[in-house]
C-alpha cells in the first residue's frame, strides 16, 4: 500500500483557502508496472467538508496535444475512466462555483483510487494559483436551470440588497411584484417550491416567501422553472433552491453595512443602518464546523407630507442563520440549521395616503429548524433523512377605534381614522423526508435509481376583528360617526358611496396532512444520450385522492467536445392544497351598502365557502425545450422555450343569480407561454456579464381573487395576472473599470431592468371592476443601477467600499395609479421610483 500523499497550493484567500488532494493508490496487481494494457482510474471529488460534489468535471490527458478524455461525477462524487494505457496523464478537475484543480502527474501503472477536494469560491483578496472553475455545459443538467452564485449575489447592483429576494429579480423568468413577491415562469408564488438546503421554507398556510436570510450567507440560488424530476413537487411553477454556506477548517469573518446613514427631511436626521455580520469555522478541524450569518435593521422612515411630529415610521427587523455540520465518520454527517426572523413595524404601510393613526402595529415572527443525517454505504448507496420545523407568526394591532374612513384623492384613495383590521395568525409546518440513491447499475448503458418519500403536518391558527369602512364620494366631509353612512339626515345626503361592515373571523384553526413518494431513473443510454423518468404519488387530507405525476426528459449532446446540448422534458405537475384558500370562509363576511348621489342603492352580502368533497387537485402539463451553446469567445447562449398549460385551478366563485356568496371551485384554467434567449461571460476572477429578453404570455380565465379584505367587487372574468409582463430584458455585470498606478484597480457593476408595465384593475367609486381585469397597464419600467466599488488594505484589514445610483436616469417608474374611472383625476399616476445614491462598506477579514 501507498501512504496517502496531500498536495496544497499556494493561493491566498480570505483566511486562508486551501485545495487539498488525496490520493489512495492500491496495487491491485502483483505484475510489474506497464505489463496491463487496461488500467482504470476511479475519482471521487469532495468539498472541504468531505461532502460528495455532483456533476463535477474531470478530465485526464496525456499530453498537451492529446484529445483529453472527460467524466462527470455522480450523486457520491464519483466517476471513472477505464481501458487506459499505461502512461502518466494529467487530471483536472473543474466544477462552477469551486477553484478548479489540477494534478499534473498521474501513474496508470497502478490501479488508482483519487480523492480529490474542492474550494467553494469566496471573495479571493489576493490570487496566486487559485483558478476560478470556468462555467461549463453540464450534460448531467436535464432540467432547465438559471443560477447565480454567492458572489453574484453580492456583486449585481439592486435596490435594497439587504433583501435577497429583490435579486431574485435578475434572474431570467423570474419576476418580482408590487408587494416583492417572487414569480418563477407566471405562476403564483405559493406555486413554487422554494427550498433552503433542501428543505421547504414558504410560509405554510400561504406560501409566501417570507423568511429573511443574511444576503452574505449564499452559496448559490438556483431556479428550475421546467423539466425538474419527480422528486420535486408539488408546484407547477418549478424549483427555487436557496443554498447557504458551511464553515470549513479556517475562521472567516465578514461585516457589511455597518455605518449607520442620514437623511435631509426637514433636517438631518438618522436614515437607517442595516449591518451583516457572518462568521463561521472549526468546532473540531476536519470533524466539526459551525456558520452564522447575522443580519438586522432599523429604518426611519419619514414622509414630509405628513404632519410634523407623525410623518415617521421606526421599522426595526433582525435575523440570524446559525449552522453545524458534523462528520461523525468519513461515511456519516450530521448537519443542522437554525433561523430566527423577528419584525416590528411602528405604523406598518405608512405613507402619505395611509398617515400614522391608520397604518397598524405590525409584529412578525419565523423560526425554521432542520436537521439533516447522510450516510454513504460501501456499496455505492446513500441514504439522508431529514426532519424540519417552520413557524411563522403575525399580529396586526390599530391605533384605537376611531372610524375607518376611505377618501378619493387625486393620486388614489387617501385613509383616515383607526385602521381598521386586527389579525393574529400562527402557520406552523413538520416535515419528514428521506432520499436513498442506489448504486448505478448497468443495463443497455448506465442507471442512476433514487427513491424518496416526504410527509408534512399544516396547521394555520387564525383570528380577525374588523370595524366598518366608510367609503365617501369624491368632494364629501367625512361622517361624524361610524354610521353616519346609513343614518344621516336627511336620508337622501349619504356622503358615502359604499359602507362596508364584517361579521365572523373568530379564532379557528386548519390542518392537512401531505405524504408523498417518488421513484426516479436516469439512464445515460451513451455518452451523448440521458433521460430521466420518474413517477410521483401524492395524498393530503383535504383532497384526499391519491395523485400520479409521471414525468420525462432527456438531453443530448451534440458534439464530441460537449459545447451544444439540447433537452427536452414533460411533465404532469400537481398544485398544493394551501390552507389560506381552505381557511377563507372562518376569516369572516362583508355586508355592503351601495349609494348613489346620497341615496341607498342596494346591499350585497359576501361569503365563503368550501365543500372539501368536491375539490380536486389543480394540475398542469408543462413541456419544454432548451439548447446550450458555447459560442466563440467563451459566450454561453441558452435558449428555452416553456409551455403550460393549467386545469382546475382553485377559485373562489358566484353561483348564477349570486352576487357574493362565493364558493371554492376547480374553474381556473391557466396558460402561460414563454420563450427565453440569454447570453453570458464570464472573465478572470468571478468578472461577468449576462444578458437575456425574455417574451411570455400569461392569461387565466378567472384572473381574481376575492377575499373578505378584497373590496373589489364584480363576477370572475379572464385576463393577466398583475405581474404579467409579456416584454422583459434583463442585463448585470462586474467588471474592471480601469487600473492606474495610484488608485490601482476599480470595479465596476450594473444592472438593468426594462420591460412592459404590469396591469391593473379599473373600478369606479364603489369599487366595482370596469371592464375586463388588467385592462390597462402601468407604463414601461426601465431602471438601470451604476455603482463603482474598490477594494483595499488598511489597518491590517481587507475593505470593500462601494458606491453609486439605483435608477441612475431617473426614468419614473410609478407604483401606485388612481384606478377609479369617476374621479376627474383618473389613471393618474404617483409613487415615482427616483434616482437614489446608495453606498455599501464591507470589511473582509484581517490581511
Same mark, same amino acid.
Given at each position: ?33 506497464? @505489463? ?49 494505457? &499505461? ?22 501503472? /497502478? ?7 474542492? @474550494? ?12 476560478? &472553475? ?41 419576476? $418580482? ?28 398556510? #400561504? ?36 443554498? !447557504? ?53 432599523? +429604518?426611519?422612515?419619514?414622509? !414630509? ?5 407623525? +410623518? ?46 391608520? &397604518? ?49 384623492? !387625486? ?10 383590521? @386586527? ?46 369602512? &366608510? ?14 353612512? /346609513? ?174 356568496? *362565493? ?18 461571460? #464570464? ?13 411570455? $404570455? ?65 373600478? #369606479? ?21 451604476? *455603482? ?60
Amino acid at each position: 500500500m501507498f501512504r496517502p500523499h496531500r498536495l496544497r497550493t499556494s493561493g491566498i484567500c480570505l483566511a486562508g483557502c486551501i485545495l487539498l488532494v488525496h490520493f489512495s493508490l492500491a496495487q491491485t496487481s502483483t505484475k510489474p508496472p506497464g @505489463s496491463n494494457p487496461s488500467q482504470k482510474i476511479l475519482v471521487t471529488v469532495t468539498d472541504e467538508n468531505e461532502v460528495a460534489v455532483p456533476s463535477a468535471f474531470v478530465y485526464l490527458q496525456a499530453s498537451p496535444q492529446a484529445v483529453a478524455l472527460r467524466c462527470v461525477t455522480d450523486f457520491g462524487g464519483h466517476c471513472g475512466f477505464s481501458n487506459l494505457s &499505461s502512461a502518466t496523464y494529467q487530471l483536472r478537475v473543474e466544477k462552477e462555483g469551486f477553484y478548479s484543480l489540477i494534478l499534473p502527474t498521474i501513474q496508470t501503472s /497502478l490501479a488508482a483510487n483519487i480523492d480529490v477536494t474542492l @474550494s467553494h469560491q469566496q471573495e479571493v483578496r489576493e490570487v496566486v494559483d487559485v483558478v476560478e &472553475s470556468p462555467p461549463a455545459i453540464d450534460p448531467a443538467q436535464i432540467a432547465a436551470q438559471q443560477t447565480l452564485s454567492g458572489l453574484d449575489v453580492l456583486n449585481i447592483p439592486y435596490a435594497a440588497t439587504h433583501d435577497y429576494r429583490n435579486v431574485l429579480n435578475f434572474i431570467p423568468g423570474v419576476v $418580482r411584484d408590487v408587494n416583492g413577491q417572487p414569480h418563477v415562469a407566471g405562476a403564483e408564488t405559493y406555486q413554487t417550491v422554494t427550498l433552503l438546503d433542501g428543505f421547504n421554507i414558504t410560509q405554510p398556510a #400561504n406560501g409566501q416567501l417570507l423568511a429573511r436570510i443574511s444576503t452574505d450567507a449564499f452559496r448559490s440560488i438556483q431556479v428550475e422553472p421546467a423539466r425538474e424530476p419527480a422528486e420535486f413537487g408539488k408546484g407547477s411553477g418549478g424549483l427555487l433552491m436557496l443554498n !447557504t454556506g458551511i464553515g470549513n477548517d479556517h475562521f472567516h469573518f465578514y461585516a457589511t453595512d455597518f455605518v449607520p446613514s442620514f437623511q435631509d427631511k426637514g433636517g438631518w436626521k438618522f436614515d437607517q443602518i442595516l449591518p451583516r455580520l457572518t462568521f463561521s469555522g472549526p468546532l473540531r478541524k476536519g470533524k466539526v464546523w459551525f456558520y452564522n450569518a447575522l443580519d438586522g435593521e432599523f +429604518d426611519n422612515i419619514v414622509y !414630509t407630507e405628513l404632519p410634523a411630529n407623525a +410623518d415617521n415610521d421606526h421599522l426595526l427587523r433582525i435575523g440570524n442563520l446559525a449552522k453545524l455540520q458534523a462528520n461523525v465518520t468519513s461515511r456519516h454527517i450530521v448537519t443542522a440549521s437554525f433561523l430566527v426572523n423577528h419584525l416590528h413595524d411602528q405604523y406598518s404601510g405608512l405613507s402619505p395616503q395611509n398617515p400614522e393613526l391608520s &397604518s397598524p402595529k405590525d409584529v412578525e415572527s419565523a423560526y425554521l429548524a432542520s436537521v439533516k443525517d447522510q450516510y454513504y454505504f460501501k456499496g455505492g448507496e446513500l441514504l439522508e433523512a431529514g426532519l424540519a420545523f417552520d413557524q411563522y407568526n403575525l399580529k396586526w394591532t390599530p391605533y384605537g377605534t376611531s372610524p375607518y374612513l376611505i377618501t378619493p384623492e !387625486t393620486f388614489g384613495d387617501t385613509a383616515s381614522g383607526s385602521y381598521y383590521l @386586527s389579525a393574529a395568525t400562527r402557520a406552523r409546518r413538520l416535515q419528514a423526508l428521506t432520499n436513498l440513491f442506489l448504486a448505478p447499475h448497468h443495463w443497455h448503458g448506465r442507471h442512476d435509481l433514487k427513491l424518496g418519500a416526504d410527509f408534512d403536518r399544516l396547521i394555520y391558527d387564525a383570528q380577525f376583528a374588523r370595524q366598518p369602512i &366608510s367609503f365617501l364620494r369624491q368632494g364629501q366631509n367625512p361622517p361624524t360617526a361610524p354610521n353616519t353612512c /346609513l343614518t344621516n339626515v336627511p336620508p337622501l345626503d349619504s356622503p358615502c358611496s359604499r359602507y362596508s361592515t364584517f361579521s365572523g373571523g373568530l379564532p379557528s384553526s386548519t390542518y392537512n396532512f401531505e405524504s408523498s413518494a417518488y421513484a426516479q431513473d436516469r439512464w445515460l443510454i451513451n455518452n451523448r444520450l440521458l433521460v430521466e423518468s420518474g413517477l410521483r404519488l401524492d395524498w393530503d387530507e383535504v383532497i384526499r385522492r391519491p395523485l400520479l405525476s409521471p414525468r420525462l426528459a432527456g438531453t443530448y449532446v451534440l458534439d464530441n467536445s460537449g459545447n451544444t446540448k439540447l433537452s427536452a422534458g414533460i411533465g404532469l405537475v400537481y398544485d398544493p392544497t394551501f390552507l389560506f384558500l381552505i381557511a377563507r370562509p372562518f376569516a369572516g363576511q362583508r355586508t355592503d351598502y351601495f349609494f348613489t348621489s346620497g341615496a341607498e342603492t342596494g346591499t350585497v352580502l359576501t361569503t365563503f365557502s368550501v365543500d372539501r368533497n368536491a375539490l380536486q387537485a389543480p394540475r398542469f402539463i408543462n413541456w419544454s425545450l432548451g439548447l446550450e451553446r458555447k459560442l466563440p469567445a467563451a459566450i454561453y447562449l441558452k435558449a428555452e422555450f416553456l409551455e403550460k398549460r393549467g386545469s382546475r385551478g382553485f377559485a373562489y366563485n358566484t353561483p348564477s343569480g349570486s352576487s357574493g356568496n *362565493f364558493i371554492l371551485e376547480n374553474t381556473r384554467d391557466d396558460r402561460y407561454d414563454a420563450f427565453e434567449v440569454s447570453l453570458r461571460h #464570464n472573465f478572470r476572477e468571478s468578472y461577468m456579464l449576462m444578458g437575456s429578453y425574455t417574451r411570455s $404570455r400569461l392569461h387565466s380565465n378567472q384572473a381574481l381573487d376575492f377575499s373578505v379584505d378584497n373590496s373589489l367587487l364584480g363576477p370572475q372574468e379572464p385576463g393577466p395576472y398583475t405581474w404579467d409582463t409579456p416584454n422583459r430584458f434583463l442585463s448585470w455585470g462586474y467588471v474592471p473599470f480601469f487600473k492606474l498606478p495610484i488608485i490601482h484597480q476599480m470595479e465596476i457593476a450594473y444592472s438593468l431592468e426594462t420591460r412592459t408595465g404590469f396591469p391593473f384593475n379599473v373600478t #369606479n367609486d364603489q369599487q366595482q371592476l370596469v371592464g375586463p381585469p388588467g385592462a390597462r397597464r402601468f407604463p414601461d419600467y426601465f431602471s438601470l443601477n451604476l *455603482f463603482l466599488e474598490k477594494r483595499f488594505h488598511l489597518f491590517g484589514y481587507f475593505w470593500e467600499l462601494r458606491g453609486g445610483f439605483d435608477n441612475i436616469t431617473g426614468h419614473g417608474n410609478p407604483y401606485v395609479v388612481n384606478s377609479d374611472i369617476n374621479s376627474p383625476q383618473r389613471f393618474t399616476f404617483s409613487a415615482f421610483e427616483g434616482r437614489a445614491f446608495t453606498s455599501r462598506i464591507r470589511l473582509l477579514g484581517r490581511k
